[in-house]
């Protein structure tokens, strides 16, 4: 097997290296001409792995890899956007859409190239910057596009003849499965008041709602995104409304729903409130990762039946990444979020590593399934741009900045795909023990650090622990055959108890105080103060304070606070009034009267 590519894009052209996996190392690729073009504006790898094509502001170019042999080169300056069909045999090149009311024809901007002769098959015209590519079945016999509100279906590469439609008014999201029998999932927003909808057809079964193989109506969703399973199998709608009525989130408002081409279907329940921020299916198994809630946001493993299969806990993340052989999940946060990786071994659900990759933009595994590459590009970020490869471990292999300049900006960086059967199993490869990472320390008071630790520490976040589903459960949610008012009577039971074993404690803590158990900072803050104030005989051992006298000391320092704020006043020459100065005379009586409360009370309380 050869090794992989990594293509580069940036401010100073286009570039390629190569990684070498034994020993892992990264070097200039010699086979192929750099192009220095600062205009060069996308890249895309085939599926296969065997082209390489690029837009540098003047033409398309397309080499064949390893080799980096020129196959075709394309008169289009204006090009931004580049993919290939599934086989390879094809290149789709898009622009921006330039009407043109004199010749219609030349308005299109959406083109689709014979590789092998390099002409061109067809062209389109579409407007829209989004679902511009094409869709097409896992062995190119079908081929989709949605133009407008509707989807057009073509056969056996023939676009000169539209083959099928799908009779749906207002289609605005569509996707066809992978695997041998293609299906198509689309989605049509609701209006006035009716639900919207999601409807899974089975090629060339088109035919209205009765051909539909499954079919889910729900309401709140104003978008959608579409998620299938490798197999083609299943499907995860994820809903997105613009507006949460309830008023819990500006954001809007999000649900997650499970369709089964055998006409199954439901809503996925997710125990913690809150966004989604992810969802990935694994490439070889029956079961999808969702990432939600809240921060710190919980990460779960749903099966088929949309049951939590693992539970990794609570944790600053908010992406999620499958190897391509499905036996490792790596968990991330990225984006406001300090860039924390954890690198997960599904098979015994057992942490293989955790690093810290600060301002990450981009992360892509390895064809290998061992090896990471984590990069900080342009426009996200344009200060500190490039790249870091990983192993599974969390180790850092290689580093490298992007540009020989300062102020150098990279876009884009890819991994050459490369078939996973050539590489070596990652469960196969020596492994490393590692910990599982410490919960966040908790804040402990300084009275309260050097006690019997009987006292509870003062949580900012509920951190959760990895765990698997609980035994005998048969839904993912916790608690699955309870109802709503069992749930919240069990909750407000729980909640009293845990108060009233805090207030226990916190006493049994407060009565076991000593003047020998002061923190450092209370022995620093009194040493300090015996320069400034003139010494006294020492205290007595502190006692719990009576209520009265904390109210009444309470009182007597919001006096003091009074007089000072008068004082500066009279220092200033404003005139005070009668009473005010008879408050600031009272000083020395309410200092001794304070310090006769604090002989016989507790000072720190």
């Known amino acids: 097997m050869t090794s992989p590519l990594i293509a580069l894009r940036g401010t100073e052209g286009l570039s390629m290296l190569t990684f070498t996996m034994d020993p892992p190392g990264v070097h200039v690729n010699r086979e192929f001409t750099p192009d220095e073009s600062t205009k060069s504006k996308c890249m895309a790898f085939s599926p296969d792995g065997n082209y390489f094509a690029w837009a540098n502001g003047f033409h398309v170019c397309v080499v064949a890899t390893p080799s980096c042999r020129a196959v075709l080169r394309l008169e289009q300056p204006r090009c931004t956007q580049l993919c290939f069909s599934p086989t390879g045999k094809l290149l789709v090149s898009w622009e921006p859409y330039i009407p043109n009311k004199e010749n219609p024809r030349e308005s299109d901007n959406l083109f689709i190239w014979d590789l092998e002769t390099g002409q061109l098959v067809r062209s389109f015209a579409h407007r829209r910057t989004d679902n511009w590519a094409p869709q097409w079945s896992a062995d190119e016999s079908v081929c989709a596009r949605n133009p407008s509100n509707e989807v057009t279906f073509y056969e056996n590469g023939n676009f000169q003849r539209l083959a099928h439609k799908l009779h749906l008014q207002k289609v605005t999201e569509f996707a066809i499965s992978p695997g041998p029998v293609p299906r198509v999932a689309a989605f049509v927003a609701g209006a006035k008041g009716a639900p919207c909808f999601v409807r899974v057809y089975q090629y060339p079964e088109l035919g209205g709602p009765a051909a539909a193989i499954a079919s889910k109506s729900f309401f709140k969703a ?353 005139n005070l009034e009668k009473n005010q100065l008879d408050k600031i005379n009272s000083e020395v009586e309410l200092l001794e009267e304070l310090r006769n409360l604090e002989i016989n009370g507790n000072p720190w309380e």
């Not at 057992?350 to 061992?370: H, I, K, M, Q, S």
């Open 222 to 574: 104003d978008a959608v995104r579409l998620y299938w399973n490798h197999q083609g199998t299943a499907l995860v709608v994820l809903g997105q409304a613009d507006v949460d009525k309830s008023g819990g989130s500006y954001y809007g408002e999000q649900t997650l729903h499970y369709l089964g081409i055998d006409g199954t279907s439901n809503i996925v329940t997710l125990s913690k409130q809150g966004p989604i921020y992810d969802v990935v299916w694994s490439p070889a198994a029956q079961e999808y990762c969702v990432i939600y809630g809240y921060m710190p946001a919980k990460a779960s493993v749903f099966n088929a039946k949309s049951e939590v299969v693992f539970d990794f806990g609570t944790g600053p993340r908010n992406s999620a990444y499958y190897n391509p052989q499905g036996a490792l999940l790596l968990l991330a946060g990225f984006g406001n979020l300090r860039g924390g990786l954890e690198v997960w071994d599904r098979a015994a659900n057992r942490l293989l590593g955790n690093a810290v990759a600060e301002d990450t933009t981009v992360l892509t595994w390895c064809p290998d399934g061992f090896h990471f590459i984590t990069a900080t590009t342009s426009p996200r970020l344009r200060v500190g741009n490039g790249f870091r490869v990983w192993n599974a471990f969390g180790e850092l292999l290689h580093q490298e900045s992007y540009g020989k300049h300062f102020d150098a900006m990279l876009f884009d960086i890819r991994w050459q795909p490369r078939p996973s059967a050539g590489f070596e199993p990652p469960a196969s490869r020596s492994s490393k023990p590692t910990s599982k990472p410490a919960a966040p320390s908790s804040y402990v008071p300084p009275h309260l650090r050097e006690s019997s630790g009987s006292a509870k520490p003062l949580n900012l976040h509920e951190y959760e622990a990895p765990q698997g589903a609980p035994q005998g459960a048969t839904q993912g949610a916790p608690h699955a055959g309870m109802s709503k008012s069992a749930l919240k009577n069990k909750k407000r039971r729980e909640n009293k108890l845990k108060t009233k074993a805090e207030g226990d404690s916190a006493v049994t803590s407060s009565k076991s105080m000593t003047s020998s158990c002061r923190s450092a900072e209370q022995s620093d803050a009194l040493f300090m103060a015996g320069h400034i104030v003139p010494a006294r005989a020492p205290l007595p051992t502190p006692v719990a304070t009576q209520p009265d006298n904390a109210k009444k000391i309470k009182n007597i320092r919001k006096k003091l606070v009074q007089i000072e704020s008068l004082k500066e006043k009279h220092e200033k020459g404003e």
